[in-house]
């Protein structure tokens, strides 16, 4: 039977940062992801926003590790080599009623120990934001506020703890936590049994089902959608910061949120809903979208609607993350309850799990440890001379596959080779961008999947959309049956 | 990085590009560059093995793979470079591409003269914002065609098609003959947009029903597709509650419209039309940016390949006489849009005009027994009686040299009924 | 006597035209709004034809080969002439117009390939 020191559940965003951060210690770590890929929960279907820390109350552990892990992205992205850009929060009042609203935030924000924040009225607000709808009257701006690509940075996380040393396994659902009786934890993952000293439990919307059958510290998680609308890259000139709403009589605001690609999010929604794994969109839930998204954004291009998604938050009825070892479950650390501000949570989060793990298993420092990971060096950001030299190196670097993103074959092909690498459609879409674009995949399609099976060594027909039962075609046109010619 | 000058370079080698490039080969212009970023020219007459191309062009009846290679070879024998795999990346006003391919790296290209030719893109699911599942077996219906002419790859074996343009209906009776069932094609509007032949011999002949004034409002599914939710709409196109019914599926095909592919028009400066979502252009096919033209679907979106081919040759010959030193600005007198009319190309005239002016729009509606009208300053120019125009049916008017006349009178052109 | 509908294929008119039959033979025809009309009614109710145009099994490659009947066939046997190509497997070289399925299914029609392939 395997034996590790960690075993980790649950490969997404705070998951993937604590496989890293548990890399800086000399451990044996092994993280189990129920679906075919890392990062295919909450942490692929989020607003993409490193929170101020403003809206947090204060006194939790929401508050306290939205602002340290705030923070930490400067460091991150430069070692994770991730796109982050902190172009600040502006949360809109549409009426002199809201102002005491926003000054309360600012208050909340103080206390929470933000920097920057403040109050600032309608042409201020005009000159930051010029296409913000005229009904706002006024804003709060937090300039510590910022944006990142939550699924790069899952994948970046994942790769830096492979390079470490980790073994991520996905495919590979977690039935089963017990106590092996001698202080230590068997964990049954993708139908095998393993022994872990320590567990870490980051199982996003099914971290209540993990913990409960340890603890009877019982935690409830509610699965709660958020839907969202994604306008094309082409607007993203339109906004600089992150635009959010006070709550109005219609219910709480949505964000009209650029990304690191330029391209817009309208959303989310919240609502509960009985399904953990039911990730569709409503008629209802987009509609709603759009609704409030107008109050911000007066003119929303209906052309320029590319896709919708949805996400489904851990809501956690404690209303706070559950983090730490239950009262009786030594060894056995939660992360749970993670919804927003879980995205900018998860740096602070990963290393407050870490350092308590490796405090309790005693373990010494990692001197090996690299911090560094390099992203795949892609056709679209590079200048005429980078190109040139890209193409040199390596032709594949010519042959673009992904027109509407400017994605070269050698990304697409990079992206599978690397370790914990994509190995379906989606893999390779939210690795190297080919089919995020305008025409979502509909040029690419065809050629990635040519790609998948070549890299794959599998025929074409075998290439899934997300892996599982997610096939793509149904079969050849042509039965195996060979004939002569008439 | 490596440079060139040609006299006219010709961006996409499908039926628009291939014609404009041998057109600009004989008016004389003696390099003719046609730059493609798929493997093989064709464009997408490459995954067209069905028949119904070329009746005006040759007076025979080919399947868009014939039609394709007999101006395949046409470009071969009239001495037009065609690069393949070759993409263009960037297109200044100042005529300078920038393309990159495997074979020769990145290049720069400095052009006499331009002829945007890249074509369309098929409308995607998530454009439509259609809500429910994104699990696998939602295909464009051009993305499928390729799937199966292309790859020999099935996409599905029970479909259920939503939009009644041509692609989609030829697309019912290909995935019927490949063996799959095909159990509706569901149409928004009250009535098809593709040839009555194609509702006749893709629906009709293996009893497809075609369910009009419906939608899909639903799309089920937890990895692949399970099955899709009809609905009906009113007279505003929305769904009426209570008319859901169940289709169980495993293939959605989408055909829902096609938009000009004009990203890299947008990076030269082109000024683009709303009403087509191509280029704006004059008679000679010139856009706002001196020396570039625009043709074919990414001009406007065509349904016989014949007039690509026909409209590209003049958008070629202009090239090529633009690269010789005949330059002259785009012209600035409106050709306007009135009653029933939308999407007129060419948006302008020149104050001059040399020949005779082949105007080309689609109706906004269904008009029976109608006139077809063109007036200026005043004057009828033009007047014909159809039977019947229906927006599915891009209709072409030739306005004649000497009714035209000359100045700045603006034309306009509309439906009488 | 049997009376059968159909819509005219020649114009986007699509006439909805009417016939009557009496022992295979047509009696009347009704509806058309053109001699095309009347004409494209007798021969598609007493001998429906069809251009077919299919796909073919190539050797030694993954893209089939686009073929199409070089000339109508009888519109019941679309599915019979689409079964006898599943047996056939082409060679390259291929040129446009080569017979790949001579005198399908006992008619005059070949299918014939509308594609090269080196």
């Known amino acids: 039977m395997q034996k590790y020191d960690v075993v980790i559940i649950g490969g997404g965003v705070v998951g993937c940062a604590t496989a890293r951060e548990l890399t800086r210690y000399k451990l044996r770590v092994a993280l189990f992801e129920g679906a075919p890929d890392i990062c295919s929960g909450q942490s692929k279907a989020n607003t993409a926003i490193v ?101 790069e940075l899952t994948f970046a996380y994942a790769e830096n703890a492979v390079k470490n040393g980790a073994a991520i396994f996905r495919e590979a659902p977690v ?47 509610t699965p709660r959608r958020g839907e969202y609308h994604i306008v094309d890259k082409s607007y993203g000139k339109l906004f600089k910061s992150a635009i959010f709403q006070l709550p109005t009589a219609m219910g709480k605001g949505v964000l009209v949120a650029r990304t690191v690609e330029d391209t817009i999010l309208l959303g989310p929604t919240a609502e509960d809903i009985p399904d953990r794994e039911d990730k569709s969109t409503t008629a209802g839930g987009l509609a709603k979208v759009l609704e409030r998204a107008a109050l911000t954004w007066e003119d929303i291009p209906r052309r320029g609607f590319i896709t919708t998604f949805s996400g489904i938050r851990a809501h956690c009825d404690k209303d706070d993350f559950v983090l730490g070892e239950p009262g009786d479950a030594p ?58 030299a890209a193409i040199a190196k390596n032709p594949d670097y010519a042959k673009i596959v992904c027109r509407c993103e400017n994605v070269s074959e050698a990304e697409i092909r990079e992206c599978i080779r690397r370790p914990v690498g994509a190995r379906s459609v989606d893999g390779v879409k939210f690795r190297a961008r080919a089919g995020m674009g305008r025409c979502q995949s509909g040029f690419c399609l065809t050629r990635v999947m040519e790609i998948l099976a070549e890299e794959l060594g599998v025929p074409e027909t075998e290439i899934t959309k997300s892996g599982g039962g997610s096939y793509l075609v149904s079969g050849r046109i042509f039965g195996e049956e060979e004939g002569g010619r008439a | 990085m490596r440079e060139r000058e040609v006299g006219v370079l010709v961006i996409g080698g499908g039926p628009a590009g291939l014609a404009a ?21 064709g464009g997408i007459l490459k995954q067209c093995i069905h028949n119904g191309f070329g009746l005006q062009a040759f007076g025979e009846e080919l399947t868009g793979t014939e039609y394709a290679e007999r101006y395949i070879e046409k470009a071969f024998a009239a001495g037009v470079e065609v690069a393949c795999g070759t993409m263009a990346i960037d297109l200044t006003g100042g005529r ?102 194609n509702i006749v011999q893709c629906l009709d002949d293996f009893g497809i029903p075609l369910l009009l004034s419906h939608t899909v409002v639903d799309i089920k599914g937890r990895e692949r597709l399970e099955g899709v939710s009809v609905a009906a709409v009113d007279e505003t196109l929305s769904p009426i509650p209570g008319t859901e019914r169940e289709l169980a599926c495993d293939t959605l095909l989408l055909s829902v419209g096609l938009l000009p592919e004009n990203e890299l028009s947008s990076t030269a400066g082109v000024r683009l039309s709303p009403a087509t979502g191509g280029a704006e252009v004059d008679e000679n096919l010139q856009t706002a940016v001196p020396g570039v033209f ?71 509606g269904i008009y029976k027994k109608a006139r077809v009208v063109a007036e200026r300053g005043g004057r009828e120019i033009y007047s014909k009686r159809e039977m019947i125009l229906v927006p599915g049916e891009m209709v072409g008017v030739t306005l004649k040299k000497d009714a035209l006349g000359s100045g700045r009178e603006p034309v306009r052109v509309r439906i009488e009924v | 006597m049997e009376e059968r509908e159909l819509i005219c294929i020649n114009c986007p008119m699509g006439c909805r035209m009417k016939a009557t039959l009496e022992g295979g033979t047509i009696t009347s025809v009704t509806g058309f709004t053109c001699k095309r009309g009347e004409t494209y009614a007798r021969e598609e109710l007493t001998r429906p034809v069809r251009m077919v145009t299919a796909l073919v099994r190539v050797k030694g490659r993954a893209q089939p ?39 399908v299914c006992g008619t005059c029609a070949n299918f014939v390939a509308t594609a090269n392939v080196r």
């Open chain 2, 96 to 197: 300078v591409a920038t393309i990159v391919s495997r074979a020769r790296g990145l290049e720069t290209v400095r052009a006499g003269a331009v002829v945007l030719a890249m074509g369309c893109r098929e409308r995607p699911r998530g454009a439509l914002a259609t809500p429910g599942s994104r699990c696998a077996g939602v295909y464009t219906a051009g993305n499928a065609q390729k799937l199966v002419n292309m790859k020999g790859l099935m996409p599905g074996k029970r479909v259920v098609i939503l939009g009644s343009g041509d692609i989609g209906l030829i697309m019912a009776r290909r995935m019927t003959f490949m063996g799959a069932r095909v159990l509706a094609c569901v149409e928004l509007m009250p009535y098809s947009a593709g040839l009555t032949r």
């Open chain 2, 294 to 364: 625009s043709c074919g679907n990414v001009l406007h979106v065509h349904d016989l390949v014949d007039f690509v081919s026909e409209e590209a040759a003049r958008a070629g010959k202009a090239a090529a006489r633009y690269a010789a030193g005949e330059t002259r600005p785009r012209g600035t007198v409106p050709v306007e849009a009135g009653s029933g009319v939308g999407g007129i190309v060419p948006q302008f005239l020149g104050e001059q005009i040399e020949g005779d002016v082949k105007l080309m729009f689609r109706t906004r």
């Open chain 2, 21 to 41: 490039g041998i057109a600009a080969k004989e008016a004389g212009c003696a390099r003719v560059l046609v730059v493609d970023r798929e493997d093989a020219p």
């Open chain 1, 175 to 221: 039935t089963d936590v017990r106590r092996d009786g001698r202080g230590g934890y068997l964990v049954r993952a993708g139908g095998r049994e393993c022994a872990a000293r320590a567990v870490v439990n980051c199982a996003g919307v099914h971290a209540d089902e993990i913990n409960n059958r340890v603890s009877a510290e019982r935690i409830g998680i």
């Open chain 1, 331 to 388: 060894l056995f650390f939660n992360a749970a309850g993670i919804e927003s501000p879980g995205l900018t949570a998860a740096p602070a989060i990963a290393v407050y799990l870490a350092e308590s793990v490796a405090q309790r298993l005693r373990a010494a420092e990692n001197p090996a440890f690299d911090p560094v990971r390099k992203a795949i060096p892609a056709f679209r950001t590079m200048d005429a001379d980078e190109r040139a």
């Open chain 3, 65 to 103: 080969l686009p073929v199409k009947t070089d000339r109508p066939i009888d519109k019941d046997l679309i599915f019979d002439a689409l079964a006898a190509l599943g047996h056939v497997t082409v060679q390259p070289p291929i040129r446009i117009g080569e017979v790949v399925l001579a005198n």
């Open chain 1, 51 to 151: 929170h101020a820390g403003f809206d947090a109350k204060p006194g939790t552990d929401k508050a306290r590790f939205n602002v340290i892990g705030n923070a930490m992205f400067d460091t991150l992205a430069r070692e994770l080599d991730v796109h982050f850009e902190r172009n600040g929060s502006i949360v809109l009042a549409f009426s002199d009623e809201g102002i005491p609203e926003l000054e309360k935030l600012v208050w909340r924000g103080v206390a929470n120990g933000v920097k920057g924040l403040r109050v600032i009225r309608a042409e201020e607000l005009r000159n930051l934001e010029p296409n913000v709808s005229a009904k706002a009257v006024a804003a709060l701006f937090a300039p510590s506020g910022g944006i990142v690509s939550p699924y």
